[in-house]
């Protein structure tokens, strides 16, 4: 019921960064597009292969050093109902590998809809006495516009199977502006998200002081970090924009508490896409995404200690 | 690039409704069930093909007098990537019967990601020098909380293939007022968020005078849908909430111009399940359907008239 489960994580890899697995099929190195091309021809089978060894290749590289994987739904979807079959293979061997799994969903639905969801993504499917896992993530990403009607059938499935969610509050995009700093008196929307964001967690605290309902907020503002951690210090941050959207170590230090606690940072593109910079026609990109996820881990430790 | 096709289609059957396809196993009567049980045992894949003939059996008796359908993508996940494979189908068959198809998603993600989706939903996804359509609907819903980003990479499939999409502004649950009602100055956030989605649209108008950027509009609340259609009057309204939700004819006629054009009303459960109350166990499931559908139509077209 809380966000222990991969704080716990991160503290025994001593390293807050969540690998994000968005493999588009041109970040795939020729090699293993060539091999599922000659067997599958030009198809979305070739590609739905391609990525899923490119994914369990990541797996394999960066399970015994980073906590947690980040698979953005929207590659899966991209490949229709093939994607979405290699997600649940992708959700299934990470888990396996102890990766903790946040699928990044971005869902906002509301009632017997939101159940409907939150079934599939995080608790159990019934068909008549029987039950059944599909995808299966530990965490999900939520969008809270509609209000608690949107999040509330997901925290039942977080109390059953300790799972948790993360709701958007400021995101890292450029046009997050449009809406989220608009004023509403005296705060700007993603504050009104944010205070929403503590009343639909409850006042359950996990024995590292964090609640389940954690919160998207994007790295490329470090002043609104700033303010958002002082403002909710009982909520997990997931923090994307590091890297290739402009946010760094020094910014991103602001989301974790005293303990070094409370906040997990994402890297997508920069490590599965390293490959792209050593040269060698991505044969290596095992070795590149491990060489990236941890000079990002000890880029992110020269700001904070995680005890 | 505009709502003109949905739009023909609701002038030649003088229907503005859209009928759900939000199938859970427990909507679908027990003798398709036990068809599929007693070939497949109780398994999702049974839950899958039961669904299937349902939604086939509803688009057959629906499709002479219903302009469009609107599938829950939440339904068709909550089945694992046997639900999307079917929905795939089911996209597919409604098509064939002339039928225009809204994919409920709500997805709001930012720039590759958005492509990502937009590729899947509406557009092609490209696999070295081929294009394949995977899901491809008509026209999906989004969700505009991270701004333009959100919006803007499906506006490019939109032209490309003469597609639209409706942003949530005003949604019809009761926790909307969470969020959507609160004041920004001295405009609701739905009102902003109207505002937005009109700066999303651009200028191109089709020959009933609407854009390609709709909004969600929720029938329970018709006083914002009356000020909503004063303030966006080249805005197509997708307007949720009537029967099961309480909305009624008398307060979704607001929606539509003077000439009957310019919105669509939902209704999903009300037609999906009109056979419960029917005492025949679902065997008429087709005639209940479409009595209700044939109903809500004439409930609706006492309001308004559609030139």
Redesign the interface.
């Known amino acids: 019921m809380s966000f222990d489960v991969l704080q716990k994580k991160i503290v025994e890899k001593k390293n807050p960064t969540i690998a994000g697995l ?1 493999a ?2 041109e970040y795939v190195p020729e090699h293993i597009r060539a091999k599922y ?1 000659a067997q599958y021809g ?3 089978q ?2 739905v292969e391609a990525i899923f060894e490119f994914n369990c290749g990541l797996i394999d590289a960066l399970c015994d050093i980073v906590p947690a994987v980040k698979p ?1 739904s ?2 899966y ?9 290699m ?2 293979r992708t959700i299934q061997y990470a888990k396996s590998k102890g990766l903790y799994v946040v699928a990044d969903i ?9 159940s ?2 939150s ?3 995080l608790g159990r ?1 019934t ?4 039950q ?1 896992a ?2 299966d993530a530990d965490c999900v990403t939520l ?8 999040i509330n059938p997901f925290l039942q499935d977080c109390e059953r199977f300790d799972k948790c969610v993360f709701a ?1 509050v400021r ?1 890292s ?8 700093d ?4 005296d705060k700007h ?1 993603y504050e ?2 944010g205070d ?1 964001t503590m009343q639909w967690a409850g006042e359950t605290l996990g024995e590292y002081g964090y609640n389940r309902v954690g919160a998207v907020t994007g790295a490329t503002y470090p002043e609104q970090i700033k303010t958002l951690r002082a403002q909710m210090p009982h909520t997990f941050f997931l923090v994307p924009g590091y890297g290739a959207q402009g946010g760094t170590a020094a910014d991103v230090q602001y989301a974790f508490d005293e303990n070094g606690h409370g906040a997990i940072v994402n890297s997508s593109r920069g490590i599965m896409c390293a490959w792209k910079k050593t040269g060698n026609n991505g044969t290596d990109y095992q070795e590149a995404a491990r060489n990236v996820a941890i000079e990002m881990r000890d880029d992110i430790c020269r700001y904070i200690t995680i005890r």
Chains 1, 2 share one sequence.
Not at 182 to 185: F, S
């Open positions: 968005d588009r099929i091309t030009e198809t979305l070739a590609a953005q929207a590659y979807e991209n490949l229709g109902w093939r994607g979405m079959e997600l649940e971005k869902r906002g639905d509301i009632g017997a809809t939101a409907a969801y079934e599939g993504w499917t068909v008549g006495e029987s059944f599909t995808f969008n809270g516009y509609m209000g608690a009607d949107a958007l995101t995009n450029k046009s997050a502006v449009d809406l989220q608009q004023m509403c008196g929307v009104v998200m929403l």
